[in-house]
């Protein structure tokens, strides 16, 4: 059993980094959609910023960031001054308590970037555990106490985008398979009209002791609009990210139906794998 006393100040505020080139992949997927307005529901000390500042932008105007830590959240000013016709501001406060309020008629973001913080439930204070839990109940998802911050991060910013916008952030590798996380599962594949995801082999956080994914969505234009599905590419190396975002994200084969019901686990097989499993069942 863990207990909050035992954690590093790290941990309890979910403070781990994205490295630069990561930032800057999924910052190129997302300018490919040219947006006008970008949200960052947990900007840190900047990085998503300085990679954005150093990118053509054409057509951006805007851009709305949040940090809950007083000192980051300066840190991230600096990198926001980089900007010369953007107006960039920054919130130091907390970015679910202000999603709440705008979730029933949600401003129109073009695209989302970030690394949500990955904090447990019970390591949340009383009243952002309560925000939580109201989230879930805004869009009737399930609800369990052995959530995790980043959940609730990413369903509000999933809300906050407009239709045909994009989200890119660095994700823990439980949306793919843990119980708490299948009701952001089911949101994505209601609301989306493809997913795709980057599984790297190694540890990119080492303090986190778990794995982390980048999670690449599209959302739908019309809300009839079909899902196309999920795709899963597994990396060796971070090679990859030298490579077009954009080549990855139309040419991936993707997979919908009963491979995405519950766990996405078996969207990480091959189809002719999927295969042998069913007829395996099926035996």
Not at 14 to 38: C, M, Q, R
Not at 64 to 81: G, L
Not at 175 to 186: D, Q
Request: proline letters at 6%; hydrophobic letters at 40%.
């Amino acid at each position: 059993m863990n207990f909050k006393i035992d954690e590093t100040p790290t941990k309890l505020r979910g403070g781990y980094y994205t490295d630069p080139d990561i930032a800057t992949f999924l910052l190129k997927w997302v300018l490919n959609i040219h947006p006008e307005s970008i949200l960052e529901p947990s900007c840190g000390d900047g990085v998503f910023l300085h990679g954005l500042s150093r990118l053509s932008t054409n057509g951006l105007k805007s851009i709305k960031a949040f940090e809950i830590e007083p000192s980051e959240a300066r840190k991230a000013k600096q990198s926001a001054s980089e900007f010369k016709k953007v107006d960039v501001e920054i919130a130091t406060r907390d970015f679910l308590g202000w999603s709440l309020a705008k979730l029933l008629n949600p401003p129109q973001f073009d695209a989302v970037v970030g690394n949500p913080p990955f904090i447990r439930y019970q390591y949340l204070d009383s009243n952002l555990q309560n925000i939580s839990e109201q989230i879930f109940k805004v869009f009737h998802l399930p609800f369990t106490k052995h959530t995790n911050a980043w959940v609730p991060f990413v369903i509000s910013s999933l809300a906050l985008l407009r239709p045909g916008g994009r989200l890119a952030m660095v994700v823990p590798s439980e949306l793919l398979h843990v119980l708490h996380a299948e009701s952001l599962r089911a949101y994505l594949t209601q609301v989306c009209s493809r997913v795709l995801i980057f599984d790297p082999q190694e540890i990119w956080f080492e303090d986190t002791l778990q794995g982390a994914i980048l999670l690449l969505a599209e959302k739908k234009n019309e809300p009839d609009e079909h899902f196309k599905g999920v795709s899963i590419v597994a990396t060796k190396s971070k090679d990859f990210l030298s490579e077009n975002p954009e080549d990855y994200f139309e040419k991936a084969k993707y997979t919908n139906g009963e491979t995405v019901k519950g766990k996405w686990m078996l969207a990480l097989l091959t189809s002719a794998e999927r295969d042998v499993l069913r007829k395996a069942k099926a035996n």
